[in-house]
């Protein structure tokens, strides 16, 4: 069975169906490509068929390229991997073109064979790329369809003609969204942008219609035709010139220049929007192919797409388990954190008991769900009757006798264990003897929290990140006693919730925290040493974090590092490191500089809340060092500071596999994404550059920079953290 099909019907109608076999959704293959170009061949050359008319057998057109068809076409080039690539990308070209083309004489413009794509729903990537080069494009009225070029978001940019054949048909600005920022639209949406020609009720039925109808000037696009001119203009025409200016001002705001592939693309429609058409299509595969040979595509696919699925379709779930899927939840803790984690389940279909220390307490974290779909109606992506059906799903009380039913619960009271303990005692006494506990700590250790548990087999930490509808990680953390039931119930849960998941062992402050606090706190003490800092958030901002440290520490609030600072303290006794970070963190928090909760913090801000600058008082006490330190060496501090916390998580077992540490990381506080992740990182630079930098940092910084062993055993052996590591892998060993 192949993944296209093709009948012919008496009218002279050839439609060919697109179903790969044994998946849910169209993905392109090398071998597809081949059934394809042959398929339009035969439809061509056959003088009874009139029109073509290209179609889906699945709810939804298309998904995009199988990414193991261009890692094959660089294996299958041996040493020359960019050749293979770029003739692998051009042979795609081809094929593309001669639909678009449809065999007519190029010269005259006539002769052709219309050909029209009926998109049943989603089109994405390559999905959406096929229909560009046919003639007129029919999507379904369908509301829950996407149609975009997304590719931008997992380290390339649409290379299958989309991007030039986009700016062609829209011009560069119009494109921008859909190309530089991977946007996605229903397609309704899509048609009053001009990337799709037609919405209807039945788009087989409309293309078939449109096809046996078409005259020879409807099968010619606008720039095969004489006197074309590009919308908005070309980068010599005035307008254009404009237009191309703003975009790189745009992308470099946006990058910081950490990202490689937005500046490829603007490159390929640059240069290629100054070309005839053909040549611009051969300008598209050469960027292509060099962002392909760029190892931070390879390392973004493989972290945001390949693991990122694997992850979310329970690659590290406990074999064995029947399905764990939750139906009533208890959620512990009605403030911000619970309101947020109701909302999530109740917008999953579960059933939800929000408790707090009284009524009018845990009214008001369910009254976080209604602000919340009211702002989802003014949007006009949500309605009253929406609204409802949520609330109606969850129950705000004080009464713990209400969660009897529940299958799952988690807690989200004060981060006191004493409170938590007793808290799990009460409720553990009401609750079903099969229901999981688990905990949304941030920083406390699971095993410890478990001992007031009866059941520590069935108690487990479930870790989210605020704001919880917006964050795409949770962190589910195993006890010592933690056993697999409760695992996979941690798991099912997330997967319902739409999130990724990551499993760590227990440790003080998990995996997550574990890297951001030393992170934050080098920014911290870089700037007690005299350097700006606005110079040390634009070194995190350069490296492709979204907002710099600092930022962050006044986002997340400065007395939570005050109190986290405290915490771990009493907890390691003589054991802690003192640091000038702590300091700086303490002397903000007496003087009410809290941050922007406080309207006051390492910014100021104006009364409704909108930052105006970095705050002159942390000059004015830490006045600007002689001599600033190199950029590369705050980049440095501020990356090693991350990664080495990574390696010990790996080393001591916290973490087992690397595709939760790259994928955790980038979702959970935005490391660098163009870099895949922590141990990504660490193979761009190479184990044994790695080493030599913690020695030169550790020499110049402090101890808190020294190699680790696993890290220093890899340069000896000259060893990667994927090669090391494969998928399967459980420990550091």
């Known amino acids: 069975m192949t993944d296209f099909t093709m009948t012919k019907d008496a009218e002279g109608v050839a439609t060919i169906t697109w179903d790969c076999p044994g998946k849910s959704m169209n993905v392109m293959s090398g071998e597809a490509l081949i059934v394809l170009s042959d398929l339009i061949d035969d439809a061509l050359a056959d003088e009874a068929v009139k029109g073509i008319v290209i179609t889906s057998a699945k709810k939804d057109f298309a998904g995009g390229m199988d990414l193991n068809v261009l890692a094959k076409m660089k294996e299958d080039a041996g040493d020359e991997p960019a050749r293979g690539l770029f003739e692998g990308i051009m042979q795609m ?6 639909i678009e083309l449809a065999g007519m004489d190029f010269k005259t413009k006539k002769g052709g064979k219309p050909i029209a794509a009926a998109l049943p729903g989603t089109a994405v990537g390559i999905g959406l790329e096929l229909p560009l080069a046919t003639h007129r494009i029919f999507a379904a009225d369908n509301a829950k369809a996407k149609i975009g070029l997304p590719e931008i978001m997992v380290g390339i940019f649409p290379g299958a003609g989309g991007t030039t054949r986009l700016v062609r048909k829209m011009g560069a600005m119009a ?70 200016v703003g975009a790189s001002a745009m992308v470099n705001a946006n990058t910081n220049g950490a990202f490689p592939a937005p500046k490829a693309l603007l490159s390929a429609v640059y240069e290629g929007a100054m070309m005839p058409f053909d040549t611009a299509l051969k300008i598209e595969a050469r960027w292509f192919t060099h962002i392909l040979m760029n190892p931070s595509s390879a390392a973004m696919i493989r972290s945001l797409f390949l693991n990122k699925e694997a992850l979310e379709k329970g690659a590290v779930r406990p074999k064995n388990i029947p399905d764990q899927s939750v139906k009533k939840v208890g959620v512990l803790g009605a403030g911000m954190m619970g309101a947020g984690i109701a909302l999530v389940s109740a917008q ?49 009380t004080p009464d713990l006798d209400q969660l009897a039913g529940c299958d799952l619960i988690i807690e989200a009271v004060f981060e006191d264990p004493g409170v938590k303990a007793e808290m799990t005692k009460k409720v553990e006494a009401i609750i079903p003897e099969d229901c999981i506990f688990a905990s949304n700590t941030s920083t406390l250790p699971i095993t410890g929290l478990a001992q007031a548990s009866v059941r520590p087999e069935q108690f487990i930490g479930i870790h989210f990140f605020s704001p919880v509808e917006k964050m795409l990680l949770v962190e589910i953390i195993k006890g010592q006693k933690t056993g697999d039931r409760a695992v996979a119930k941690a798991l099912d849960y997330v997967r319902q919730i ?32 005299g350097t700006p800092a606005a110079m040390v958030d634009h070194a995190a901002q350069q490296l492709g974090f979204p907002v710099g440290p600092i930022q962050l520490t006044d986002e997340t609030s400065i007395d939570l590092g005050a109190k986290i600072a405290r915490a771990t303290k009493a907890a390691m006794g003589d054991a802690y490191p003192d640091s000038p970070s702590d300091d700086l963190i303490f002397w903000m928090e007496e003087l009410g500089r809290l941050g922007r909760k406080s309207k006051a913090g390492f910014f100021d801000y104006d009364e409704n809340g909108k930052r105006l600058g970095y705050w002159q008082g942390i000059t004015e006490k830490f006045p600007a060092a002689a001599e600033l330190p190199a950029l590369q060496d705050v980049k440095d501090r501020l990356m090693f500071a991350q990664v080495l916390e990574a390696v010990r998580a790996l080393e001591e077992g916290v973490v087992e596999d690397i595709r939760e540490g790259d994928v955790g990381a980038i979702l959970a506080w935005g490391f660098a994404p163009w870099t895949g992740g922590p141990y990504s990182w660490l193979d761009m630079l190479g184990a044994e550059y790695a080493a030599e930098r913690c020695d030169e940092l550790e020499a110049a910084y402090g101890e808190r920079f020294k190699c680790p062993e696993l890290l220093r055993d890899m340069a000896a052996k000259g060893q990667s953290f994927y090669g090391r590591f494969n998928p399967d892998a459980k420990t550091a060993a």
């Open 93 to 98: 070209h081809a094929l593309l073109r001669k």
């Open 498 to 529: 739409r999130k990724t998941p990551i499993v760590v062992n227990d440790a003080r402050f998990f995996y997550c925290n574990r890297c951001i606090i030393p992170y934050m706190n080098e920014a911290m003490r870089i700037v007690t040493e």
């Open 175 to 244: 494109a921008s969204p859909f190309l530089l920022q991977g946007q996605l639209v229903n397609p309704k949406k899509a048609k009053g942008a001009g990337i799709i020609d037609e919405v209807v009720e039945d788009p087989i039925a409309a293309a078939r219609d449109w096809v046996l109808n078409a005259k020879d000037a409807d099968l010619v696009k606008p720039w095969d035709a004489k006197g074309y001119k590009m919308p908005g203009g070309a980068p010599y025409h005035p307008m254009g010139f404009q237009t191309f």
């Open 348 to 396: 999953a279909g579960m059933q939800v008991v929000l408790i707090d220390r009284d009524q009018e307490a845990a009214d008001r974290g369910k009254s976080y769900s209604a602000s919340f779909m009211d702002k989802g109606i003014k949007r006009g992506k949500a309605t009253p009757e929406k609204k409802e059906a949520l609330l109606n799903l969850i129950t705000a």
